[in-house]
């Protein structure tokens, strides 16, 4: 699976959008952008996937640039509940494409600043 | 619907013990992994089962450590004997098909003293 390298840390005030980057320039046609968070003490949460085209949920939206080296993770309005550790993963999906699972980076620790 | 659920929460064991760590899968899912999270080494895949078979096991760390999946709807951890560096948190997930979404656990915090 393609490497993805985040920075280590922002910072975000509530009510503000936040904006996570991802560098993914090794990607490959078959592998799909994964996001997850991790709250303190709790286990990682699915927040949104895609693999070419722009895609929103009811937490998040995710940019994936034309040429699909880099993506941006946006949360719209920031709250304090939204602090977190957020981990931006390259997976394939198809067998043979590489480990099955999830290989999670070092991640980008958010923190929503009041 | 229920997540992934997982037992125990928090366990405190002697070197030496036997440790054992539970996971029901979310229903329906056929796809389930076993993580673990330490500072140092951050969230490492373990290993992962499809159809309750074993798929790769290369990330579990030495023969202490095995685990089983015998039937759809539990999963067990073992680490026999446990040993201060197995100390972490464990994480079970599942999917729904091996190159689904996966779904976490809250975790199983170990600690062994």
């Known amino acids: 699976d393609a490497k993805t390298t985040q920075p280590t840390s922002m910072d975000c005030a509530e009510g503000r959008a936040a904006n996570l980057p991802c560098n993914h320039s090794?990607?490959?046609?078959?592998?799909?952008v994964y996001w997850y968070r991790q709250i303190h003490s709790q286990g990682p949460q699915y927040i949104i996937h895609g693999l070419k085209n722009n895609e929103t949920n009811e937490m998040a939206s995710l940019i994936i640039t034309e040429d699909r080296k880099s993506s941006t993770l946006i949360l719209p309005h920031a709250t304090l509940r939204d602090t977190a550790v957020y981990y931006c993963?390259?997976?394939?999906?198809?067998?043979?494409?590489?480990?099955?699972?999830?290989?999670f980076g070092k991640g980008t620790h958010l923190i929503i600043q009041p | 619907d229920a997540g992934v659920i997982q037992s125990p929460r928090h366990e405190v064991t002697e070197m030496g013990q036997e440790v054992t760590l539970r996971c029901k899968p979310i229903?329906?899912?056929?796809?389930l992994f076993w993580y673990r999270q330490t500072m140092m080494r951050g969230l490492e895949l373990l290993i992962y089962?499809?159809?309750?078979?074993?798929?790769?096991d290369s990330g579990m760390p030495e023969d202490r450590f095995s685990a089983k999946m015998p039937n759809a709807s539990f999963s067990t951890l073992k680490i026999q004997p446990s040993e201060p560096r197995d100390s972490a948190v464990y994480f079970c997930a599942s999917s729904l098909g091996r190159w689904n979404t996966i779904y976490f656990g809250e975790g199983s915090w170990l600690t062994v003293v």
């Open positions: 089962f499809n159809n309750n078979v074993p798929i790769d």
């Open positions: 993963i390259v997976r394939s999906m198809y067998s043979g494409g590489g480990a099955d699972g999830l290989t």
């Open positions: 090794t990607i490959s046609g078959n592998e799909y």
């Open positions: 229903s329906g899912h056929n796809s």
